[in-house]
């Protein structure tokens, strides 16, 4: 029976078995052996015996009310804020079952607590870097405007301040649009459109995109890989993953680097790497390049976000996929990006 894993209760009732086994014990002999005065010594004995049972109840339930008590007051400071108050359920039994499930249901909101405010923390930190981004592009336009109010009349000014100032406002959209796309992949409002796509031509498609700025600022922009590669995806937000890789790329190499994309089948997984001959990421960066916002200070970009590469790794999570990165300083960096095929499985 499991009432009968409790100690106490198992002892309580051994204590009052072995009284009244006693006391049948005495009664017995009595009667056998014929003894004078045997109903003043039977009432004696079963005075004994409720005393005995007595003793062995007041014990037994004032331990209970010992150990409730304690259970109350452990309850009652957590519920005042004491979040490491817990009731000590060492024991077996079903009352000790209620108290670890007790203490498991102090763990989990503990847990959802802390969630809860490293949620807070990161919103916070997320209006202060939203705050500091929009900061820069919009006391540009400030400037700019009140130029092109007061300080000139020339045509031609008027031109490349408004030139500026669209270059600003493209800033903006671009942090915004970001900030949307991620904010909604982590949400989960977004619905990933998997079909079956030829990844060459996707990668493809983004050689194109590229090649004409790569060509301005001398960069070899390289394709290779297996021209049938297939893979079950979203078309536009794997482009969007990828093409903000090839992107922080060209953000970070010098005249003559060569950057390179490679797609190919390994067995089961379905491979795309991004590889540059940059000057490569600091080593005290190499941990923090899919944070929000991160911007090191061993970096000579001064316009970029700190928001491509985390846009970048959601997706690929969204995919089930995974995204590794591997940098040597003045060797380059290389991004691999790892995808199951589940046909293969």
């Avoid at 003894?35 to 007595?54: D, E, K, N």
């Avoid at 003793?55 to 304690?70: G, H, M, S």
């Avoid at 030139?163 to 949400?187: G, H, P």
């Amino acid at each position: 029976m499991k009432i009968f894993t409790n100690k106490n209760i198992k002892a309580l009732f051994c204590a009052v078995s072995v009284c009244i086994l006693i006391f049948v014990l005495i009664f017995a002999l009595l009667m056998i052996f014929e003894v004078r005065h045997t109903a003043v010594l039977i009432f004696i004995c079963g005075i004994a015996l409720f005393f005995a049972v007595f003793t062995a109840l007041y014990r037994y339930f004032t331990e209970q009310n010992k150990i409730l008590k304690n259970a109350q007051k452990q309850i009652s400071e957590y519920i005042s804020g004491n979040r490491d108050a817990r009731i000590e359920c060492d024991d077996e039994g079903e009352m000790n079952k209620l108290f670890h499930e007790i203490n498991s249901l102090a763990s989990i909101l503990n847990a959802h607590a802390q969630k809860e405010n490293r949620s807070k923390e990161f919103l916070k930190n997320t209006i202060s870097d939203i705050s500091h981004q929009l900061k820069t592009p919009l006391a540009a336009l400030n400037i700019y405007n009140g130029i092109m109010q007061d300080s000139t009349t020339d045509l031609s000014e008027i031109k490349e301040f408004t030139a500026l100032s669209e270059k600003e406002l493209d800033r903006i959209e671009a942090l915004v649009q970001t900030l949307l796309k991620i904010t909604k992949l982590d949400a989960g409002t977004i619905a990933v459109d998997r079909k079956n796509e030829n990844v060459y031509e996707i990668l493809e498609d983004i050689k194109k995109r590229f090649s004409l700025r790569a060509k301005q600022e001398d960069k070899p922009l390289v394709l290779t890989g297996d021209a049938s590669a297939m893979l079950f995806c979203d078309r536009v937000w794997l482009a969007e993953a990828v093409q903000n890789i090839v992107k922080n790329a060209l953000d970070h190499t010098s005249k003559g680097d060569k950057i390179s994309i490679e797609c190919k089948n390994l067995s089961s997984i379905m491979q795309i790497t991004i590889k540059d001959t940059g000057s490569g990421i600091h080593p005290e960066d190499l941990h923090h390049i899919f944070k929000r916002f991160y911007r090191s200070r061993f970096s000579n970009d001064t316009q970029g976000i700190g928001l491509g590469l985390p846009l970048a790794k959601s997706i690929v999570e969204a995919h089930n996929g995974t995204i590794e990165v591997d940098s040597e300083l003045g060797k380059g960096t290389a991004f691999t990006l790892n995808f199951l095929i589940p046909t293969k499985l």
